[in-house]
């Protein structure tokens, strides 16, 4: 009986237009994107409490959650971490406690001196997107200041983390003077000095040399107020993770480190952005980043899911499309959701921001469209989906008293006119996003979208209306 009825629904699916190989394939959005299609991303837009969290996001994260697919979940709101605590416990999954994670000192022993470097002006990027203002000499300075002094304490004394850069900073000399004298050198920089001549690496090691060459050569001779813009520019970046609420979680030895999701873990990041603001959105963007790039490196064997509800916090554009780029192979799913475009390119800022959007939003083949009042974000949707030709008609019956007999004989009427024509037309006209369900007692807990799927076709069509339980 179950087998017959199972024939019966793959015929059915097969009947809708799905392929054979979509059937048998285990699926994160049910009926319509498989495994391998959401290592192609999935992005899910909506109006605040139009169902995206509850709707299609809870059915891919449950799904990947059955497949037994590793997850860091990045968070926005203070919530969300007790949701996760309900989803994990109905998959029989368990969460990872959340504890430090020095990234910078992880990155260096994993990946090498130069990604860490890499990481940290990302996280640099990623806070200042497109730069300040249109003179790239003070990101470019401080992006240069971060990378030595990375490199001078990591491969001076062997360890690093946030603190220790903040120390190297505060400690660079500023006159000729206070290099030669004795008592700066028994100082933090002085002690990654010793550190690099006692572990053999002072003279051997470009990057510590060239840092060497920087507090020596170039830092003392700077002008005053030229370093003091150089320094505050670059603390944008380290600043919120000294902040008393948060400094234990970055600094100190790692207790919980992006392997355990590569291993199939659950990690959800314990800083929340609405209860930490700036310092937990770079925690969160901290472990993204390091995460994305210990998953390039280990090369997962099951799935990897990059989870951001509210992703408008945490969008890094050419990092996120880079990662994207290669994600079927590192087995990485990127699933996402935001409310809107115009939300989205505020927070990716900068002169760059529409073609960062744009680009950022081309990356994700699968897109999930809930209700929606935003008309730019409804205008992108409609456009994603296309156009067709169809046809308009016009006319009239010219005002002339209808004559049956004259009908009948076939005599045209005085003034009649009728007429049709061809255009290009959208093939969802953006204003059908507005009026989508929003899940709710009022509509028997269902959430409506559209789900666009890049690339192949549903019934025909790149698009199908899709219905989703919140229970
Ligand atoms: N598990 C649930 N059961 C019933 N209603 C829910 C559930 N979760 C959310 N809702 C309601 O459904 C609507 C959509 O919620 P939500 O998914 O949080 O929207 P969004 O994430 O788009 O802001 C809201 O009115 C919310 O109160
Ligand atoms: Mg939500």
Redesign the pocket.
Known sequence: MLRLLMGMFKRFLLSIGLAREQITQQFVVNGLVTLQQAYEGIVVT??????????P?REAILNLLHMGAGFLVLTAKSDEIEVWERYCKQTGRKMEPFGCFNFLQHEAETGGIQSARGLLTDLYDAINPGGKGDDPFWPNSARTLLSHALSSCYLGKGEVSIHDLVTWIYDLPTSEEQWNDLGWRTGFIGCCHEGAMSRGVMNKNRDFDNAFDYVRDFWPKQDQKVRGSIVAEAMTVLEPFLNSEVYSFVNGESTITPSVISEGGCVVVGTPVLKFRESGRLINIAWKLATQRHLLRCQSNRPVCICT?EANWFAVAGVDALVQSVARSSKIVNLM?FQNTPLLKSSLGGDMAETEVNGWLANFQNVIA?QNACPITNKYFSTLVGEEMQLTFGGSSGGEAYDPVKDWLGEKPKGFNASWHQHMMPILPPNKLTTLK????SNN?K?QAYVYCGGRKINGRTFALAEFS??
Not at 46 to 55: H, I, R
Not at 438 to 441: C, E, L, R
């Open positions: 909506g109006g605040t409490g139009a169902g995206k969290s509850s709707g996001m509800d959701a809930c929003k899940g709710g007692p807990f959430v919140q229970k």
